[in-house]
């Protein structure tokens, strides 16, 4: 049996740095594998990251990118995204710092060359290019990645080599 060639190329971030961050994240990897509305997913592999942009102390983060397709909108996956998160126990409602701990975050980065802004999602996620814990893993798996006003993103890693981040073993 082939899989089904669905018609959207979607880039999903991952992270987590609460509990279990590792477990968390091969847990949601697996939930985000099973949606009936996507095929053909990529992994990149998991990476240790230092918080950044937050004045608050906590734990690394375990980071990823994943890549699929799928016949769901921009705003449909980003719902079901959000849903997903609060399976793995994230209140978006109660975070009150920005860039805090989570237990699960998951952000939809890049849908094709789509770009948008909205209240529920804009795309390309706006600093996707500035985090070296985005740039590493979805430059893993797609090397010749490019966005739309801003070009290739592997132009874009000399500006994120301060940000500590360290390739798991597989």
Do not use: K
């Not at 990118?65 to 998160?85: D, F, G, I, N």
């Not at 500035?130 to 090397?143: G, H």
């Amino acid at each position: 049996m082939t899989q089904s060639v669905l018609p959207h190329l979607a880039v999903i971030g991952l992270g987590a740095n609460l509990g279990d961050p590792v477990s968390t994240m091969c847990n949601a990897v697996a939930a985000l594998r099973a949606h009936p509305q996507t095929a053909n997913w990529r992994i990149s592999p998991f990476y240790r990251t230092a918080p950044i942009g937050s004045n608050e102390a906590q734990p690394d983060y375990i980071n990823a990118v994943a890549v699929c397709q799928t016949s769901l909108t921009p705003a449909s996956m980003m719902h079901w995204l959000l849903e997903t998160e609060r399976e793995f126990g994230r209140d978006r409602s109660h975070d009150i710092a920005r860039n805090g701990p989570r237990t699960l975050d998951l952000d939809l980065l890049m849908f094709d060359a789509v770009t948008m802004h909205s209240p529920l999602l804009t795309l390309p996620h706006p600093r996707l290019h500035e985090r070296a814990f985005v740039l590493r893993p979805l430059l893993d798996l797609l090397p010749d990645a490019q966005l739309p006003a801003l070009g290739r993103l592997d132009h874009y890693l000399p500006a994120v080599a301060d940000q500590a981040i360290d390739r798991l073993p597989a």
